[in-house]
């Protein structure tokens, strides 16, 4: 997985840069790239909450369209929902980890803003339109 050992490699220089390993890493699909079935049902928050993080990030970095972002998050919410976590608890995880991504993002310096946002917008010219 280049994507996820670039994202460690940045998260062991910047300890802020640990919101970006999050977001590379469910840009990358890593996150969700297990199976209907094989994902330990505990991991679900996990995905709401990545998904939150990733919306947050990409709408400050302006990366996806709405269009895409809502894709997204619907994608995320069915593969959370086929194992199990509610749509009402999907939404609530979702919504803290955005709130609270937005927040860490104004903590953010420039340099590592734009780090974050030139390696979501490389990520985002390869998603499907």
Known sequence: MPIFKHA?????????????????????????????????????PNIAAASGQMHAAAEACNAYTKAQLDQMKQQQKT???????????????FTQSFDAT?????????ADKEKMCTQLKAMAASYPK
């Open 8 to 44: 460690c490699t940045v998260v062991s220089r910047s300890p802020k840069a640990a919101l970006l390993a999050a977001v590379l890493t469910l840009c990358s699909g890593a996150a969700v790239a297990q199976a209907p079935g094989q994902m330990p049902p505990g991991q679900m």
């Open 79 to 93: 593969a959370a929902a086929s194992q199990g976590l509610s749509a009402a608890d999907f939404d609530k995880t």
């Open 102 to 110: 937005k927040t860490q993002l104004g903590a953010l310096s420039s």
